[in-house]
């Protein structure tokens, strides 16, 4: 349902002319709730590796450094892929606006089952926080865009600027608060403040909802009875064989946390692999989006690389900032988990500039190819994983380096992640198919599910000994630097796979 434009310039989405910074009032709303969620997570995020190694005296988890690097990277990886099932919730049952409110409350839930001190409550809160971030992430951002008049509003890009600051506001505080809390009065406290966060953010979204577009109410393509019956079953089958076998493996004393890890792992590759031979066989593709779609790949691929070194700021460098890094610059002292607001705190000062660095190259026409901005993404990560070796090696026996190598760190991470991760949205809606559309950026989702499977496997086969050591990041650096020359060398190929698309 299309909202209603008036002759005084007010849609239905804003139908009292109230604003909020010159945009529709229902922004409020997404901010505010965004920034919460963001809030929880993030703050969640920098405790949950740590709480997973630190001794049972300490209140941890005991769990060795490998298999929670891993936990944590297959949750990540969770995170993203139940965003293409959430999506379709909202598509085909909810309409995005309940798909929302639904995901907040399971997050919240999961959060505060976090803060009970029983193992086995932990993984089923981290079960809950993954499922409710899929159905909330998928459509929150698509309710941004229903409160504006279609592409073409001239609101609509600085809109989607102000709803992107409220993440990073959120991802900057939560590790400052509940960072704070977790490590130095308890964990488990700190975990129920992630949880009031989101109980925050939940209550806002629900109080707000008045000021949202009608839009957001709409299921596009509801599902007929006949398929909910077929899906139903189909679900209620894989399920009930799920619990058998693990049932069988918990019964006969078996389980570990491997049985886990490993089969979300494989699923985490399979799927994109899965989804991308599906759209290639697709014969109602012509040549020419075939052609767009072999260019994509390569893309995809690039970007797999990049989340997998990325996504281990929560993880490996959270886990040598705790471990190796002095807690103490300029006199003052403060947790490892603040590490964790680096990364927002420069997108929000460098977000700027790159945006006015690529309109000012733009109109001298040197503005590079998205094909070289992948490859610069891939050099500045590897970069980052490279500095982390001399960091290590640094930081031999006892010794604490200085908290500036992680800030150098992050900051090179930033610059890649500027050049990779908004190029990587644009060329995804310019290079899907038609006949895709609406589906290619849950499968540019897909890229992080992949490159963070593929982290949780390494850290796996590699185990406690290596993960974390400086033949750990020389090795992935190299590895992403070495793609990034690759990409670089072949962008000629890769650009003539794109076609009309530059």
Same mark, same amino acid.
């Given at each position: 349902?299309?909202?209603?434009?008036l002759d005084t310039g007010v849609t239905s989405a804003n139908p009292g002319g109230k604003t909020f910074l010159g945009h529709p009032r229902g922004l409020a709303t997404l901010f505010m709730s965004e920034m919460w969620e963001r809030f929880s997570y993030y703050g969640m995020r920098a405790l949950l590796v740590l709480y997973m190694t630190a001794s049972v005296a300490d209140g941890g988890l005991a769990m060795k450094t490998a298999v929670a690097a891993a936990v944590y990277s297959v949750y990540t990886a969770m995170v993203y892929l139940l965003a293409l099932p959430g999506g379709w919730i909202a598509d085909r049952f909810l309409g995005a606006?309940?798909?929302?409110?639904?995901?907040?409350?399971?997050?919240?839930?999961?959060h505060f089952l976090l803060a009970v001190p029983f193992s086995a409550s932990f993984f089923v809160g981290l079960a809950f926080i993954a499922v409710g971030s899929g159905l909330l992430k998928a459509n929150i951002s698509t309710m941004v865009g229903h409160l504006y008049d279609?592409?073409? @509003?001239?609101?609509? @890009?600085?809109?989607?600027?102000?709803?992107?600051?409220?993440?990073?506001?959120?991802?900057?505080?939560?590790?400052?608060?509940?960072?704070?809390?977790?490590q130095s009065v308890s964990w488990h406290l700190g975990f129920a403040l992630a949880g009031v966060g989101m109980a925050l953010g939940l209550g806002q979204f629900l109080l707000g909802t008045r000021h949202l577009s009608p839009k957001s109410n709409v299921v596009t393509s509801p599902?007929?009875? @006949?398929?909910?019956?077929?899906?139903?079953? =189909?679900?209620?089958?894989?399920?009930?064989?799920?619990?058998?076998?693990?049932?069988?493996?918990?019964?006969?004393?078996?389980?570990?946390?491997n049985w886990a890890i490993w089969p979300l792992s494989i699923a985490g590759l399979a799927i994109p692999v899965l989804v991308f031979t599906k759209v290639k066989r697709d014969k109602d593709l012509d040549a020419n989006e075939q052609s767009k779609m072999s260019g994509y790949i390569w893309f995809f691929v690039a970007a797999a690389v990049f989340w997998m070194i990325y996504d281990q700021s929560g993880s490996t460098l959270n886990i040598f900032a705790d471990e190796h890094t002095a807690s103490t610059l300029f006199g003052l002292d403060f947790p490892s988990s603040w590490f964790q607001s680096l990364n927002p705190?420069?997108?929000?000062?460098?977000?700027?500039?790159?945006?006015?660095?690529?309109?000012?190259?733009?109109?001298?026409? =040197?503005?590079?190819?998205?094909?070289? =901005?992948?490859?610069?993404?891939?050099?500045?990560?590897?970069?980052?994983?490279?500095?982390?070796?001399?960091?290590?090696?640094?930081?031999?026996?006892?010794?604490?380096?200085?908290?500036?190598?992680?800030?150098?760190?992050?900051?090179?991470?930033?610059?890649?992640?500027?050049?990779?991760?908004?190029?990587?949205?644009?060329v995804t809606t310019k290079l899907a198919p038609t006949?895709?559309?609406?589906?290619?950026?849950?499968?540019?989702?897909?890229?992080?599910?992949?490159?963070?499977?593929?982290a949780a496997i390494f850290q796996l086969v590699l185990g406690d000994k290596i993960?974390?050591?400086?033949?750990?990041?020389?090795?992935?650096?190299?590895?992403?630097?070495?793609?990034g020359v690759a990409l670089a060398m072949y962008r000629k190929k890769v650009v003539k796979l794109m076609g009309d698309v530059h």
């Amino acid at each position: 349902m299309a909202s209603t434009t008036l002759d005084t310039g007010v849609t239905s989405a804003n139908p009292g002319g109230k604003t909020f910074l010159g945009h529709p009032r229902g922004l409020a709303t997404l901010f505010m709730s965004e920034m919460w969620e963001r809030f929880s997570y993030y703050g969640m995020r920098a405790l949950l590796v740590l709480y997973m190694t630190a001794s049972v005296a300490d209140g941890g988890l005991a769990m060795k450094t490998a298999v929670a690097a891993a936990v944590y990277s297959v949750y990540t990886a969770m995170v993203y892929l139940l965003a293409l099932p959430g999506g379709w919730i909202a598509d085909r049952f909810l309409g995005a606006r309940k798909t929302v409110a639904v995901g907040g409350t399971i997050i919240m839930i999961g959060h505060f089952l976090l803060a009970v001190p029983f193992s086995a409550s932990f993984f089923v809160g981290l079960a809950f926080i993954a499922v409710g971030s899929g159905l909330l992430k998928a459509n929150i951002s698509t309710m941004v865009g229903h409160l504006y008049d279609g592409p073409n @509003d001239p609101r609509r @890009d600085g809109g989607f600027t102000v709803f992107y600051m409220g993440i990073n506001l959120g991802a900057f505080a939560a590790p400052l608060v509940i960072g704070t809390v977790g490590q130095s009065v308890s964990w488990h406290l700190g975990f129920a403040l992630a949880g009031v966060g989101m109980a925050l953010g939940l209550g806002q979204f629900l109080l707000g909802t008045r000021h949202l577009s009608p839009k957001s109410n709409v299921v596009t393509s509801p599902i007929t009875p @006949d398929e909910k019956r077929k899906i139903f079953t =189909k679900a209620g089958i894989w399920l009930a064989i799920a619990a058998v076998f693990y049932g069988v493996v918990a019964a006969t004393g078996h389980f570990t946390i491997n049985w886990a890890i490993w089969p979300l792992s494989i699923a985490g590759l399979a799927i994109p692999v899965l989804v991308f031979t599906k759209v290639k066989r697709d014969k109602d593709l012509d040549a020419n989006e075939q052609s767009k779609m072999s260019g994509y790949i390569w893309f995809f691929v690039a970007a797999a690389v990049f989340w997998m070194i990325y996504d281990q700021s929560g993880s490996t460098l959270n886990i040598f900032a705790d471990e190796h890094t002095a807690s103490t610059l300029f006199g003052l002292d403060f947790p490892s988990s603040w590490f964790q607001s680096l990364n927002p705190l420069y997108i929000m000062a460098l977000a700027p500039v790159f945006a006015w660095i690529w309109v000012a190259l733009a109109r001298r026409s =040197k503005n590079p190819s998205t094909t070289m =901005k992948f490859a610069f993404g891939l050099l500045m990560i590897g970069a980052s994983f490279i500095v982390m070796m001399l960091a290590m090696a640094s930081a031999s026996g006892d010794t604490k380096v200085t908290p500036l190598w992680l800030a150098m760190v992050y900051l090179v991470q930033t610059v890649g992640e500027l050049t990779l991760s908004p190029v990587g949205l644009s060329v995804t809606t310019k290079l899907a198919p038609t006949k895709y559309a609406s589906q290619m950026m849950g499968v540019w989702f897909l890229a992080v599910t992949a490159g963070d499977c593929v982290a949780a496997i390494f850290q796996l086969v590699l185990g406690d000994k290596i993960v974390g050591g400086t033949a750990y990041f020389a090795v992935q650096g190299v590895m992403a630097i070495l793609a990034g020359v690759a990409l670089a060398m072949y962008r000629k190929k890769v650009v003539k796979l794109m076609g009309d698309v530059h």
